[in-house]
């Protein structure tokens, strides 16, 4: 794991993100453990190691409330953490959904939900074409998020074919307005993932769910956390 140089702790993290301002949406903080864990302890990526080949990927689906990922981000030195006073206003580079072209550490921009896990999927494919095997991606969306059918096809596709470098992240923070029988983890299984539930606000336990892949299957975390607005 490439360990980087933050700036900021954990403990700085809510502080940083009260100085995002976005009017459309309130920031919260569902995300903001599950995501410190990865860029903390997780992800074989750091700002030198943006371009690399064999840099572990993090898609982020869920990106219309990004307040917790650019806190994240400048705590970790992706981003100067003077852009975060400005963020979603006019000529901020930070936008109310994270722009790949505009913000460091953004590997796809996010809009309609439903896109990471599909847009993982041919990434996955296209670095097993390429003989990289080692890259691994993370993609985080939430739970109502799961409602969209392109989520659906993509959790089918990586189960058949057996896309084992691919971890889904899926935030259960209870805003879906349906439901899985037998909870979030049993739709993954069902397609041929392996599949994980955890506190979303325990840093060793969402470690050690993220590290949980067989290297045969992909792999989903389920983690609960109850979204705290600032």
Not at 35 to 53: G, K
Not at 99 to 122: K, M, T
Not at 161 to 174: C, E
């Amino acid at each position: 794991m490439t360990v980087t140089s933050a700036r900021f702790g954990y403990d700085d993290l809510r502080g940083l993100i009260k100085r995002v301002v976005d009017v459309k949406h309130a920031p919260e903080d569902s995300t903001l453990d599950v995501l410190w864990t990865l860029y903390d302890r997780v992800l074989d990526l750091s700002p030198e190691t943006l371009d690399s080949p064999d840099r572990d990927r993090f898609y982020l689906s869920k990106g219309h409330s990004p307040g917790s990922f650019y806190a994240v981000l400048a705590a970790k030195g992706y981003i100067p953490d003077a852009w975060l006073d400005q963020a979603f206003t006019a000529g901020s580079r930070l936008g109310g959904h994270p722009d790949r072209l505009l913000v460091p550490g953004a590997e796809i921009s996010s809009g309609s939900l439903g896109h990471g896990l599909p847009l993982a999927v041919g990434s996955a494919l296209g670095l097993r074409a390429q003989g990289l095997l080692k890259p691994r991606l993370y993609v985080l969306l939430g739970d109502a998020e799961l409602d969209e059918g392109t989520n659906h096809e993509a959790m089918a596709y990586a189960g058949a074919t057996g896309l084992s470098g691919i971890t889904a992240v899926v935030i259960d923070n209870g805003s879906a307005s349906h439901g899985w029988p037998g909870g979030i983890a049993s739709r993954f299984t069902a397609q041929g993932w392996t599949a994980s539930e955890v506190d979303g606000r325990d840093h060793d336990a969402i470690e050690a769910a993220l590290r949980g892949h067989d290297g045969n299957s992909p792999h989903a975390v389920v983690a609960f956390a109850t979204s705290t607005h600032f």
